[in-house]
C-alpha cells in the first residue's frame, strides 16, 4: 500500500484533555476510509492535525510525504477539506464564492464552477448565501472541497442536510474519486450510509482507536452473531421449527418468521439444517451484524478494558 496518511503514536492535548491518544494508522492511496465515534472521539482533531491547523503534543503525522503543519507544506493545495459547520461569506453568491476558493487553489475556473451543477446548485449559483438552506451551504461546501481534483479528501459529517438523491449523488463523486487514487477519509454518524460504502473502518473512542479494519474483518474480530431469518409454513404463533437446535437462541418476528441467532462457525450448519428436505422454510434472510452493531461491540469493549 502507498500510503499518503502517516499518524504515528499522535497525541494531542488540551490541558488536562486528552482529544487524541496514541493513534496510529496509515491511509493509503484509493482507500474510502470512515472514520467514527462519539462527539469528543477525537475525529475532527485527527483532521485538523491532517490538514497542519494544530501540531500534535507527540508523534507525528506526515500527508503527501511531509508535515503539514511546516510552513512550506508543498502539498496543501492537493488537499480538500469539508469541516462539519461550513461557514461563507452570505453577502457573495455561491459563484463567486466557488471562483474566490477556485483563485486560493489556483485551479481552473471553468472546471471549478462546473462543481457547482455536480452538487446540484447550478439553478441557485448566483443567488447571495445568505439566502441559502443550511443544505445549501453543505453543499457549496463539498463543491469548494472538490477544487483540484484533490489527492487527500477530508470530510467532517459531509451529507449533513443532504436530501437522498444528493447523498447518492455525493457519495457517487468520492467513489470516483477514490477510484482514481484518491484518498478519501470520512467521519459520519450515518453509519448505514458508510457499512454500504467504506472500505475500511476506524473506530475512536475518548481519543483512543479501539477497531481498524475492513467490515468484514471486524465482523470476524468481534464474533457476533449473524441473525438468520425464515418463513416457516404450517408453525403455530408460537411454535419453534423442530430442527433448531435447542443450544441456539430463536425468537418470533411477527408471527410468522422465525430468527436464529447464529455463531459465526455454525451459520453454514444451521442453513443446511432449515433448507434440508422436508422443512417447510419458504423465504431465508441472512442478515451480518451491521455497522452500529460492531460499533457499539468495540466501544462496549473498549469501555471494559479501560
Not at 499522535?10 to 476510509?33: D, H, M, N
Not at 477519509?185 to 483512543?208: D, F, Q, Y
Request: hydrophobic content about 40%; overall charge neutral; some cysteine.
Amino acid at each position: 500500500m502507498t500510503s499518503t496518511i502517516r499518524v504515528t503514536e499522535v497525541t494531542k492535548e488540551y490541558g488536562p484533555v486528552k482529544a487524541v491518544c496514541g493513534a496510529s494508522f496509515e491511509l493509503g492511496r484509493g482507500e474510502l476510509v470512515a472514520l467514527i465515534g462519539h462527539n469528543g472521539a477525537g475525529k475532527t482533531t485527527l483532521m485538523k492535525l491532517m490538514l497542519g491547523l494544530i501540531r500534535p503534543t507527540s508523534g507525528s503525522i506526515e500527508v503527501l510525504g511531509d508535515n503539514p503543519a511546516a510552513g512550506e507544506f508543498a502539498g496543501r493545495r492537493q488537499l480538500g477539506y469539508l469541516p462539519e459547520n461550513v461557514s461563507f461569506d452570505s453577502a457573495l453568491t455561491g459563484r463567486e464564492t466557488q471562483a474566490f476558493y477556485a483563485r486560493l487553489k489556483r485551479e481552473p475556473m471553468t472546471k471549478a464552477l462546473n462543481l457547482l451543477e455536480t452538487v446540484g446548485l447550478g439553478p441557485a449559483a448566483r443567488r447571495r448565501v445568505g439566502t441559502y438552506s443550511k443544505g445549501m451551504r453543505q453543499r457549496l461546501g463539498l463543491a469548494q472541497a472538490l477544487i483540484g481534483h484533490p489527492r487527500v479528501l477530508l470530510l467532517d459529517e459531509p451529507t449533513t442536510g443532504l436530501d437522498p438523491e444528493l447523498r447518492q449523488t455525493f457519495y457517487e463523486v468520492i467513489e470516483q474519486l477514490a477510484a482514481d487514487g484518491a484518498t478519501v477519509l470520512l467521519s459520519s454518524h450515518a453509519l448505514t450510509e458508510l457499512e454500504e460504502r467504506a472500505g475500511r473502518v476506524i473506530i475512536m473512542n475518548r481519543g483512543i482507536k479501539v477497531a481498524d479494519g475492513s467490515i468484514d474483518e471486524l465482523r470476524r474480530l468481534a464474533r457476533l452473531p449473524t441473525r438468520i431469518r425464515l418463513k416457516v409454513a404450517g408453525l403455530a404463533a408460537s411454535e419453534m421449527p423442530a430442527w433448531v437446535p435447542t443450544d441456539t437462541i430463536c425468537r418470533r418476528l411477527n408471527g410468522h418468521i422465525v430468527e436464529i441467532d447464529a455463531a459465526p462457525d455454525r451459520k453454514i450448519e444451521l442453513l443446511h439444517r432449515a433448507t434440508a428436505s422436508g422443512n417447510s422454510v419458504e423465504d431465508v434472510d441472512v442478515v451480518p451484524p451491521s455497522l452500529d452493531e460492531l460499533y457499539a461491540h468495540f466501544l462496549r469493549q473498549s469501555e471494559r478494558t479501560s
